[in-house]
């Protein structure tokens, strides 16, 4: 699976726990996420490469307490470095 593939995966997931996903034009200074009035953000950032995205996206979902039973594909779930669900 692609980077690209893998970065929709990682994307689908993140709105489906309630992310909102916003390609913006931010220089090279990095994607991100932050929450603003309750709203979950994830930026990325249209100078950094997918690659970059993926990592950003990663570093989200990792962050989630119940990031062990989303459904994953396992080579998602290897790139994200986290357990199978059982």
Do not use: N
Request: aromatic share 4%; glycine share 6%; with cysteine.
């Amino acid at each position: 699976m692609h980077t690209i593939d893998l970065l929709a995966e990682a994307l689908a997931e993140a709105r489906r726990l309630g992310y909102t996903v916003r390609q913006e034009w931010l220089g090279g200074s990095g994607s991100g996420a932050c929450e603003i009035r309750g709203r979950k953000l994830i930026f990325l950032d249209l100078a950094q490469t997918p690659e970059d995205h993926l990592e950003s996206v990663r570093e989200v979902l990792r962050e989630q307490p119940d990031a062990v039973v989303l459904k994953l594909s396992p080579r998602l779930v290897e790139r994200l470095r986290l357990r199978p669900a059982a």
